[in-house]
């Protein structure tokens, strides 16, 4: 692959990742709250009469839904909290993309040379790999995003900045702080396999189709609009399938990060969670997440097909 080629993936991949998080950025916030541990604050009274007809208050704890959730953050927070995080994300995820999509475009060029071209296992191996190093090279600022994301504070209540977050979690933990979370990010990693491999596997059927239909001499190099919506379609039914089966890490993820957790490990993580809160509490917010993910993953996947499609000319 040419430094070109090069060039047009990071660009594309950053186009991509960009589009995608600004538009689904109040579902990432709930869906963030919707995972911490912190979601047990919003509680409900339970009136209960007594023998003698007093009336007393049973105060239980309760995991809201996402309508809730986000009704609860308007009325204390206002509107501008759905858009906590952002400019973290926004830093974060244009190189994040950036730096995948070129080392996956890079890792399965190479790869076509050495096993059978375009197979599920060059797919495999080329995702696990740009994986690992957007994840190793931008945990620090997704950190940082999920602290902002889950700094509950109330309307006319000064809100931290992604400069003074930072710089409170050197304060507490160190350069090792911005590291939080790495062991369930790796663990995710076959969530983004399971997403490439049945992406691609999709995105082949549908140019063999194309293929198999074509008529006379027509160009087949030449994309339509009902080729990108075909890609969109790709990546939704990729990505449900694959944040269904990898969800957990997710929100053991979020759990590491939080500040001042109990929570040290992955597993540790895992282990406490479905003690404590039963096997439930690993698919909380999952129904946000997906509708979050389902079109920020069609957005970027798209937006990245069309910028290398127009750049390659």
């Not at 927070?77 to 190189?95: C, D, I, K, Q």
Request: proline fraction near 3%.
């Amino acid at each position: 692959m040419s430094q070109r080629d090069t060039l047009v993936h990071l660009f594309a991949g950053g186009c991509g990742g960009t589009v995608g998080a600004i538009l689904t950025c109040p579902l990432e916030v709930v869906k963030t709250r919707l995972q911490s541990s912190s979601v047990t604050l919003y509680i409900s009274e339970v009136h209960l009469n007594t023998l003698n007809g007093a009336t007393v208050n049973r105060v239980t704890r309760v995991s809201p839904g996402p309508l809730h959730c986000l009704r609860m953050i308007l009325q204390n927070e206002g509107p501008r909290s759905l858009f906590r995080g952002l400019g973290p994300n926004l830093v974060g995820v244009a190189p994040s993309r950036a730096i995948y999509f070129a080392a996956y475009s890079n890792c399965k060029e190479k790869l076509n040379s050495i096993f059978n071209p375009d197979s599920t296992q060059v797919h495999m191996i080329s995702a696990g790999v740009a994986g690992f190093t957007a994840i190793t090279t931008t945990n620090p600022i997704w950190l940082v995003k999920t602290r902002l994301q889950l700094d509950a504070r109330n309307r006319g209540e000064k809100r931290m900045s992604a400069f003074e977050c930072a710089r409170k979690v050197y304060r507490l933990d160190g350069f090792r702080g911005f590291y939080r979370g790495m062991s369930a990010s790796y663990a995710g990693i076959s969530e983004t396999v399971i997403h490439f491999v049945i992406y691609e596997s999709i995105k082949k059927k549908l140019l063999e189709y194309k293929t198999a239909g074509a008529m006379d001499n027509e160009d087949e190099s030449v994309k339509e609009a009902s080729d990108f919506v075909r890609m969109m379609m790709a990546a939704a039914t990729s990505k449900t399938c694959a944040t269904s089966i990898a969800y957990p890490h997710e929100v053991v993820r979020t759990r590491l990060r939080e500040e001042g957790t109990k929570y040290r490990s992955f597993f540790q993580t895992l282990s406490l969670l479905v003690r404590e809160e039963g096997y439930g509490s690993l698919y909380r917010g999952l129904t946000t997440h997906l509708i979050r993910q389902i079109p920020n993953t069609a957005i970027m996947m798209s937006t990245y097909e069309v910028v290398v499609y127009l750049l390659d000319g």
